[in-house]
Every structure is written in C-alpha cells, then in structure tokens.
C-alpha cells in the first residue's frame, strides 16, 4: 500500500498515551472478570454430547431452534459427518426427574405394541436405568433388540439362555428422541452416540489448557532471548499477556450482551487463543527483526529513533496482513456458523489487540529498558 511508504509517524513518542489506554483496557478486564466471571462451556464444566442420524438432510438452524425448547441448559448444535447428522453438545448429564415418566410411558408402548398384553416388571430404576424383568426369555430377547431400535441403549441382565432381565439406560439421548420425534415424523433419525463428559475429566481439560498456553509464552520467552535480546523477550511476551488477559475480559464482559454470540470459553477459544499468540508475535518478530537492522546500520542513532524508523517501515505489510486477515475472519463471524463464531470473534479482538501491543508495548517495553538501565542495546 503506497500510502504507507513514506511514513513518519512518531509511534514511541506517543507511547505514554497509550500506556493509559493499556492501564485503562487491563482495569476492564479485571472488572469483566471478577465481577461477571468467565463463562466455561462442556469441554471445562462437563455435559453430555448426542450424535443422531436422519433420513434425510435437515436444516441445522430447525434442530438447533427444536432442542432450544426441551430445556437442555447451554446447548450447542452443529452438523455432524455431513447434512444428515447432528452433533448436540450440552452441560446437562443426566435426564431429570421430572421427565423419566415420559420415557417409561414410551418404553411400555414399545412392549405393548410388540407384545400385547404383555407388561415388564420393574426390578430396579434411578435417574440413569431401568431394569426390566419379562415372563420368559424369549420375550426379553425380543424386547432387548426392540429397544435398542427404538433408539435406547440397552443390554440383557446376564447372557444365560434363562435370562429374563433388560437393562434399559436413561440417558439425555432418550431424552432429545422423546421430544424431536413428534416435530420430525416424516424424516426419523436414530441415535449413533451418547457420551459424556464429567467433571474431572473438565477440571483436567481446563487445567491442560493452562499449561498450554503457558508453555507457549516460555517457549517464546526462550527463543526471542536467543534470537534478539533478554529485554526484546520480555517485552515481546508482557504484549502477549496483555493480548490474552483483555481478550479475555472482553469475552467476560460481553458474555450475553451480544445475540447469538456465543462467547464461552472452550476447547476452540483456546485454539483461538493460541492462533492469537502466534499472530501477535508474528507481528511483533517483524519490528523487532526491523529494529536490529536498523541498529546495525544507524549505530549513532537512539534506539527511540531506530524503533520509530522500523514501525514506520513495517506499517505497510502490518496494514496489509491485518486487512486480509480480518476478510477471513469476518467471513467465519457471520457465515461460518454458530460453532465458529467464537472462535473467529476471539481472532477479530485479538487481531485489533495484537496489532496494537506489538507497537505500543512490546516495542515500547524495550525503549523503556534501555532508557532506565543506560544501557546501550547493540547487536
């Protein structure tokens, strides 16, 4: 962009300024997230994810609109192996109370349809299964397959030839099929999956995601300190701190504000986060590379004068690899689909963020060290 060529802007100058500005966003975060707190979703807190099958090719924003009213809590819908199948994700782990007469209701159908007259004698239940006991085995065998066509998980209480007993889980499956299959009559789908996820294995998930990206800044940390200077590795991470820690706070603070937004932390905002860490010190490796031949050649020249000469210099590709980036990410933030969303709005605060901290924190945090030590940085 030729506008840029001949840029003289005095970015280091100003730097003060936007230390304010950088001291103001931290104190909106910190309130975004400890006064509204952050919003985990089912990869972190637990919850149960259903696969299901169907005839034909569905509309997923019909099945999403669908599942919204059965009550499920948090949920998230989206396709699954191509347009016939449907992935739901939600926090709930079980069937509640209130809705395992429903189920029984269906299963005594079930057997009254397929053997008249005929009734299974409850031996034992709970919120997870009901254990079924039929007049002979072959009834049971019979209704052991039933079931399981009709969508249930089950299995036959022990595999004597005697065996009278089918155990019939509950789970939030039972619960989805109970209330779709009126709405879609004409197009039946069966269950493929029921899996959960508890709360440990949460705990486990959110606390590898920490490592994650701490691990990612040491990793940083070292390998600036080996390729420019210890001070240039500081300051190139305190700028990813930054990005990561308002990014955040803007996702605690906007949480509900924004329709259709879903700003839940997960297994993707955390890609997302590490893609922004990635990005950002992309952006920040490009001045600072800028910055070292700058002082190679211009030895007499502050380092003030020398960082101003490398962001002025880098502002075009900056500009341009912003712009393009942002196309992409737009694109995903409004046709890319409610699973997605999240992902490419992180990308799209962090874009903005990133862009700024390689300016006017990393590079300033270098300028700030030299001038507090005296210190004379040379390559």
Same mark, same amino acid.
């Given at each position: 962009?030729?506008?840029?060529?001949?840029?003289?802007?005095? !970015?280091?100058?100003? %730097? /003060?300024?936007?230390?304010?500005?950088? #001291?103001?966003?931290?104190?909106?975060?910190?309130?975004?997230?400890?006064? %509204?707190?952050?919003?985990?979703?089912?990869?972190?807190?637990?919850?149960?994810?259903?696969?299901?099958?169907?005839?034909?090719?569905?509309?997923?924003?019909?099945?999403? *609109?669908?599942?919204?009213?059965?009550?499920?809590?948090?949920?998230?819908? /989206?396709?699954?192996?191509?347009?016939?199948?449907?992935?739901?994700?939600?926090?709930?782990?079980?069937?509640?109370?209130?809705?395992?007469?429903?189920?029984?209701?269906?299963? *005594?159908?079930?057997?009254?349809?397929?053997?008249?007259?005929? @009734?299974?004698?409850?031996?034992?239940?709970? +919120?997870?299964?009901? @254990?079924?006991?039929?007049?002979?085995?072959?009834?049971?065998?019979?209704?052991?397959?039933?079931?399981?066509?009709? #969508?249930?998980?089950?299995?036959?209480?022990?595999?004597?030839?005697?065996?009278?007993?089918?155990?019939?889980?509950?789970?939030?499956?039972?619960?989805?099929?109970? +209330?779709?299959?009126?709405?879609?009559?004409?197009?039946? !789908?069966?269950?493929?999956?029921?899996?959960?996820? #508890?709360?440990?294995?949460?705990?486990?998930?959110?606390?590898?995601?920490?490592?994650?990206?701490?691990?990612?800044?040491?990793?940083?940390?070292?390998?600036?300190?080996?390729?420019?200077?210890?001070?240039?590795?500081?300051?190139?991470?305190?700028?990813?701190?930054?990005?990561?820690?308002?990014?955040?706070?803007?996702?605690?603070?906007?949480?509900?504000?924004?329709?259709?937004?879903?700003?839940?932390?997960?297994?993707?905002?955390?890609?997302?986060?590490?893609?922004?860490?990635?990005?950002?010190? *992309?952006?920040?490796?490009?001045?600072?590379?800028?910055? %070292?031949?700058?002082? /190679?050649?211009?030895?007499?020249?502050?380092?003030?004068?020398?960082?101003?000469?490398?962001? *002025?210099?880098?502002?075009?590709?900056?500009?341009?690899?912003?712009?393009?980036? !942002?196309?992409?990410?737009?694109?995903?933030?409004?046709?890319? #689909?409610?699973?997605?969303?999240?992902?490419?709005?992180?990308?799209?605060?962090?874009?903005?963020?990133?862009?700024?901290?390689?300016?006017?924190?990393?590079?300033?945090?270098?300028?700030?060290?030299?001038?507090? @030590?005296?210190?004379?940085?040379?390559?």
């Amino acid at each position: 962009m030729r506008v840029f060529e001949n840029l003289n802007v005095d !970015f280091m100058g100003k %730097r /003060k300024l936007f230390y304010y500005v950088s #001291g103001l966003l931290i104190i909106l975060s910190l309130i975004g997230i400890f006064v %509204r707190g952050m919003q985990y979703g089912i990869d972190f807190k637990g919850g149960s994810e259903i696969g299901i099958q169907f005839t034909k090719s569905i509309e997923i924003a019909d099945v999403r *609109n669908q599942v919204d009213k059965i009550g499920l809590g948090n949920v998230e819908v /989206k396709t699954f192996g191509g347009s016939t199948g449907v992935l739901i994700r939600t926090d709930a782990q079980e069937i509640p109370s209130r809705e395992i007469p429903k189920v029984f209701d269906r299963i *005594n159908t079930i057997i009254s349809n397929t053997y008249p007259g005929v @009734t299974g004698t409850i031996i034992d239940s709970s +919120n997870n299964s009901i @254990t079924f006991e039929f007049p002979d085995s072959s009834i049971a065998e019979v209704m052991n397959n039933k079931l399981y066509q009709a #969508g249930f998980q089950t299995a036959k209480v022990s595999e004597e030839p005697s065996n009278k007993g089918v155990v019939v889980r509950i789970g939030i499956a039972d619960w989805i099929k109970e +209330n779709l299959t009126s709405h879609y009559t004409d197009n039946p !789908f069966t269950v493929l999956k029921e899996e959960k996820v #508890g709360p440990k294995i949460g705990e486990e998930l959110k606390t590898d995601a920490l490592i994650a990206v701490f691990l990612s800044l040491v990793v940083i940390l070292i390998y600036l300190g080996f390729r420019f200077k210890f001070a240039f590795a500081i300051g190139a991470v305190a700028a990813l701190f930054h990005d990561v820690f308002i990014t955040l706070g803007i996702f605690a603070a906007l949480y509900g504000v924004i329709p259709g937004l879903n700003l839940e932390i997960s297994i993707s905002i955390v890609a997302a986060f590490l893609t922004l860490t990635g990005y950002s010190i *992309n952006d920040t490796v490009i001045v600072f590379d800028r910055v %070292r031949e700058d002082v /190679k050649i211009h030895k007499s020249l502050p380092l003030e004068v020398n960082m101003n000469r490398a962001i *002025n210099k880098t502002m075009s590709r900056t500009i341009i690899t912003g712009l393009t980036t !942002f196309i992409v990410v737009i694109i995903l933030m409004f046709i890319g #689909g409610e699973v997605l969303r999240g992902f490419a709005f992180a990308l799209f605060i962090g874009i903005i963020i990133g862009t700024y901290s390689s300016i006017f924190v990393a590079s300033a945090f270098v300028l700030e060290y030299d001038n507090r @030590t005296k210190g004379k940085i040379e390559f």
